[in-house]
């Protein structure tokens, strides 16, 4: 059975849930550790690397670990400043090192993940967003998904889904530009799952990671599943052959995850420095 943990819908208009936090971007995690302080981590890659590493080896505080994984401030290439976390698709096994796991499969497993952060997630706003139409029919299901009729009043939730229509609709366009899409999106996003189902081909294998979904498959199931209701994964299931792996993940992380529960918070306990 899998780690037991609660998901707090955050409004991305008002972001009030969010306040207590000096980093205003989700998702992130909040870990308790031993003395009772949590860490905070941030980027979906570096909680999955973080997570992995402290189910491994139990021995070593999460706030241990979490030291691993150091967020930097660098200029990219326009002077712009950025912001990453080092080492964040790598695991920290110590001397624990898996009897099963070779230099190849891990280099494997970063160069899958890497693709889904780098490439297969700059596909979805385009796709998911551009029309009106679609990113309101995007926004509906994350209303639907986040049960936010439950946890948001009339008010905020339709703010929510109308305000964020409109502005992903927006930003979608720009970009789209930024990557360098056609005004075929989905030809790109069609083209980057016909890879990903190409190589399991090649490597005759349920999942990148075998027998069993590894930490590639994680990443990739979980891009594609913030789209399951709208109809750019619709339109996927139809045109590639990405179905039968989903599918396949989906039902073995249901059968797997621990106990979810939903709900708002107005603060947290103090965090790890």
């Known amino acids: 059975m899998g780690i037991s943990y609660s998901v707090v819908e955050v409004d991305a208009v008002l972001r009030q849930d969010i306040r207590w936090s000096d980093v205003k971007k989700v998702p992130m995690v909040l870990i308790r550790q031993q003395d009772g302080k949590y860490v905070q981590m941030t980027d979906s890659s570096a909680i999955i690397s973080l997570v992995a590493s402290s189910l491994h080896d139990k021995r070593i505080d999460v706030g241990e670990l979490a030291q691993f994984y ?83 009043p009339k008010w905020e939730r339709d703010l929510m889904v109308y305000c964020g229509a409109t502005a992903m609709w927006v930003i979608a366009k720009i970009l789209k530009r930024r990557h360098q899409l056609t005004d075929d999106v989905r030809s790109h996003m069609y083209d980057a799952l016909n890879k990903w189902t190409a190589e399991l081909k090649k490597q005759n294998t349920k999942f990148m990671g075998g027998k069993k979904p590894g930490l590639a498959d994680l990443s990739v199931f979980g891009v594609l599943s913030s789209m399951e209701g709208c109809q750019t994964f619709k339109d996927c299931l139809q045109n590639t052959n990405i179905g039968k792996w989903f599918y396949d993940v989906k039902e073995l992380v249901q059968q797997n995850r621990g106990k979810l529960l939903r709900e708002r918070i107005v603060g947290v306990p103090a965090l790890a420095q």
């Open 70 to 152: 150091p967020q930097i401030s660098y200029f990219d290439d326009n002077g712009k400043k950025r912001q990453d976390i080092l080492n964040k698709y790598f695991l920290m096994y110590q001397d624990r090192t898996p009897k099963n796991m070779t230099r190849e499969i891990e280099e494997t497993e970063r160069k899958w993940r890497t693709w889904a952060d780098n490439h297969l997630v700059h596909l979805i706003s385009p796709n998911c967003y551009q029309t009106f139409e679609e990113a309101l029919e995007t926004f509906e299901w994350f209303a639907l998904a986040g049960e936010w009729d439950i946890h948001f």
